[in-house]
C-alpha cells in the first residue's frame, strides 16, 4: 500500500475539471485519503517546487500554483505513486498519450492541470507541506475489494 500527494493545479479548478479527474482517479482504483481545496501559500509551493529554484520557470511555476483554489489530495492504494504518474500523463501534454488526464485535457506544460509525487521521498516530503497527519483518513478499506488487502 502506497501513499502519494495528487494536486489539481489552479486551470484544473477553473475550468471545471475537479470532478472529471476524481472520478478518473476512483475510477482507476485508487482511494482518496485526504481532500481540500485551498489556495496554496507562497512558502508552501516553494517547498513543494524546491527542486526547480533554479529554473528559469520557478517564478512563473509558483504564481501561477499560488494564483487561485487547487485540490489537494492524498491519494492510497497499491503501487499509487506510479499508477497516479500514468493515470496524470507525461508532463508535456503534447506528449501525453490519449486516456490520460493530462492527454485528454491539457495541451502545454504550464497548464497541465495535475501533479502528482514522482517517487516515495517525494510523496512523503509533499504530503507533509500540505497536509497534518490529523487530516488524512484512517477509516478501515472495505474488506475484499482488494486483492493486496
Ligand atoms: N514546468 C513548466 N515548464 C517546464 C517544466 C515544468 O512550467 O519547462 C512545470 C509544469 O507545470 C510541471 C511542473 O513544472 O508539471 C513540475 O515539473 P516536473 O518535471 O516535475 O513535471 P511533473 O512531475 O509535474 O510531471
Ligand atoms: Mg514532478
Do not use: C
Request: charged share 30%.
Amino acid at each position: 500500500m502506497e501513499r502519494t500527494y495528487v494536486m489539481i493545479k489552479p486551470d484544473g479548478v477553473q475550468r471545471g475539471l475537479v470532478g472529471e479527474i476524481i472520478a478518473r482517479i476512483e475510477r482507476r482504483g485508487l482511494k482518496i485519503a485526504a481532500l481540500r481545496m485551498n489556495v496554496i501559500d507562497v512558502d508552501s509551493a516553494k517547498q513543494h517546487y524546491r527542486e526547480y529554484t533554479e529554473k528559469p520557470f520557478f517564478g512563473s511555476l509558483v504564481s501561477f500554483i499560488t494564483s487561485g483554489p487547487s485540490v489537494s489530495m492524498v491519494v492510497e492504494g497499491k503501487d499509487a505513486i506510479p499508477i497516479m504518474r500514468a493515470v496524470n500523463g507525461a508532463t508535456n501534454p503534447v506528449e501525453a498519450l490519449p486516456g490520460t488526464i493530462r492527454g485528454d485535457l491539457a495541451i502545454e506544460t504550464g497548464r497541465n492541470v495535475v501533479h502528482a509525487s514522482d517517487s516515495s521521498e517525494a510523496a512523503e516530503r509533499e504530503i507533509k507541506i500540505h497536509f497534518d497527519d490529523s487530516e488524512i483518513s484512517k477509516y478501515s478499506r472495505i474488506d475484499n475489494l482488494w486483492l493486496y488487502e
